[in-house]
């Protein structure tokens, strides 16, 4: 990857990063404290944390992957396995991560199966090439 293509990718990655951590710790609360003075009820507020975090972490996800592109792109790595692992953990770690700080739901489900399913296509390519998550 040529060198300004690469900067620009860089600097992209670590907005994406920051942006998400700004949305997450500084931008829920805020809305947090809007919806109290509103006094929405406490099952809508909590359904609109699960979605608010959610975004948070994709960011953070999105940020990740990039970083990794910038990585293959220059190594010359064609392997899918890791964007399918990042994506598929952050998936597990959100749908777990509610279920211990809002309580189980069911709905929690639509996170939780298609990172468990990411994350085993992801083990099987890697078990495949002969590598392991440190490689």
Request: hydrophobic share 60%; proline share 5%; with cysteine.
């Amino acid at each position: 990857m040529p060198r300004l293509p690469r900067a620009l990718t860089l600097v992209a990655a670590v907005i994406i990063i920051l942006s998400s951590g700004a949305h997450s710790l500084l931008g829920w609360p805020g809305l947090r404290t809007q919806l109290a003075a509103t006094q929405a009820p406490g099952a809508l507020v909590d359904g609109l944390a699960m979605g608010w975090h959610f975004g948070g972490i994709m960011m953070l996800v999105i940020g990740v992957v990039v970083l990794w592109l910038v990585r293959v792109a220059r190594d010359g790595a064609t392997s899918v396995w890791v964007p399918l692992f990042v994506i598929g953990l952050a998936y597990e770690l959100f749908a777990i991560g509610c279920a211990v700080l809002l309580g189980f739901d069911p709905f929690l489900f639509i996170f939780l199966i298609p990172g468990a399913l990411l994350s085993c296509a992801a083990a099987m390519l890697m078990s495949r090439r002969g590598e392991t998550v440190a490689a």
